[in-house]
């Protein structure tokens, strides 16, 4: 007979496969019909890259930040391991929609996507020190589909992700002030089973500068405050989905409301 746990650990360990290389990271920026290099930290060893408005980071296998309480108040956690500035920024209008396209992403990484943005203090995010970023959260997506068999996952935002050519849509919101901003994109991968700081976490940075007619300049919060070791949605077990009630919570603040 089928239980949650032989279910669970017998799933746990086929998707325990793919190795950390096979996550991805931001490989492209499209914004307003312009095409921007997306920072590779696969390449680092082998010889220097274009410069971007992505921001470097040292997970030179992909692999991720992990949900321990150490590492969620560790600067990794803001834009990656060990992450520099983007030397570049670009251009972009309050109101349109950028698209960020990840290099891969395994269909076993069950998980939320997450947008969030920070002001960047004298207008220039190329040199801000990132603990002094404050972020606030302007989109996210978590489950689209509850599971329906015996350690069915269900369909989630980082699925879509993938089924959509790993591309992911991004809106600057219309009411946002003109200026410096660093976006933080994140996946959260679910896979690990629920397990205290098992959970992996995939923050990516890119610099913007926005332009338009807005006034809201809503208040953030540094990224090492965002999340918790016990949020529930850290600790959420994909793979006993269907015999749960409850809906999955997205860690973080609530979505800004201008």
Known sequence: MLTKSTVGAGLLALISAPTASAHGHISEVLIEDESYYGHDPTRVPWGPQPDSITWTNGASDNGPVLSTAADLASPDIICHLNATNGVLTAPVSAGSTITLRWSDWPETHWGPV?????RCPNDDCTNVDKSMLEFFKIAELGQISRGTIPGSPGYWANNQLRDDNFSWDVTIPQQLAPGSYVMRHEIIALHPGGAEGSTQMYPQCINLVVSGNGTAQPQGIPATELYSSTD????????VDEWSDAEYIIPGPAVIQF
């Open 114 to 118: 997450l947008d969030y943005m920070a």
């Open 232 to 239: 529930p949605g850290l600790l959420h077990n994909v793979f």
